[in-house]
């Protein structure tokens, strides 16, 4: 198998598992991603507008003090750019089906939460295969610090998490059960 099979294997697995904990809800999870949330007050967010089965953030995003921004595509192999959100601001349909803001205020992101399918303890993480998130944190890394946060179901872990050499990692996972430091090693 390639690697490109070999990650497409892993995303049909992580896709039933986050299917059958999504029915399940989401209990506490979003009030541990505002603790993890706590030292980054006033700082620009990235959140996201949840897609299918993926962990709701936006009560975090809407406590959050300080801008508050979602990612928007702006073409395949390109970094996502991030436009202001509020809970109240008007959306209208983005590419791949997430709602973008219809006012588009660029933001710059000093931390974000990042949507996945699967993780490892390692901090890696397997998204949707566009690689979006990889090229926004390359990029945004190389500009000063910043600091990704995946919020996941916890039952969305695996030991190992497919990887190549452009995937970013994780400063942080928040889940339903625990917030989780990587251990890169
Ligand atoms: N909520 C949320 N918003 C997000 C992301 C995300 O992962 N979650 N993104 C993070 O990147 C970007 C959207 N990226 C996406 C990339 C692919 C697909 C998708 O449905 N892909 C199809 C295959 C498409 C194809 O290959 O033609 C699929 O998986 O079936 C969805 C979103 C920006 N906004
Ligand atoms: N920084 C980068 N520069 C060039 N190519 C990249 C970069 N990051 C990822 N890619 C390429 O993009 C493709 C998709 O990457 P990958 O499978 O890691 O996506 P993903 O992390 O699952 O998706 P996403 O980040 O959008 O949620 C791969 O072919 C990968 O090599």
């Known amino acids: 198998m390639t690697l490109a099979e070999i990650k497409a294997f892993a995303?049909?697995?992580a896709f039933a598992a986050r299917r059958e904990a999504f029915a399940r809800g989401q209990g506490t999870a979003c009030a541990r991603l505002s603790e993890a949330l706590e030292p980054f007050a006033g700082a620009p967010l990235a959140g996201y507008m949840p897609i299918r089965t993926e962990i709701d953030p936006r009560p975090a995003m809407a406590a959050h003090f300080g801008p508050?921004?979602?990612?928007?595509?702006?073409?395949?192999?390109?970094?996502?750019?991030?436009?202001?959100?509020?809970?109240?601001?008007v959306m209208c349909d983005g590419p791949f089906g997430a709602a973008i803001p219809a006012e588009a205020e660029e933001v710059t992101p000093r931390v974000l939460i990042v949507p996945l399918l699967a993780f490892d303890r390692r901090g890696f993480r397997l998204g949707y295969g566009?690689?979006?998130?990889?090229?926004?944190?390359?990029?945004?890394?190389?500009a000063g610090p910043v600091t990704a946060i995946g919020f996941a179901f916890a039952a969305q872990e695996v030991e190992e998490v497919p990887t190549e050499p452009t995937d970013a990692a994780l400063d942080l996972i928040v889940t339903d059960a625990e917030t989780i430091v990587p251990d890169p090693a």
Request: glycine share 14%; charged share 25%; proline share 8%.
């Open 68 to 89: 508050v921004a979602v990612p928007v595509i702006e073409g395949t192999g390109l970094p996502l750019r991030f436009h202001r959100w509020t809970p109240d601001c």
């Open 11 to 13: 995303r049909k697995a």
């Open 130 to 142: 566009g690689g979006f998130y990889d090229r926004t944190l390359e990029g945004l890394r190389a």
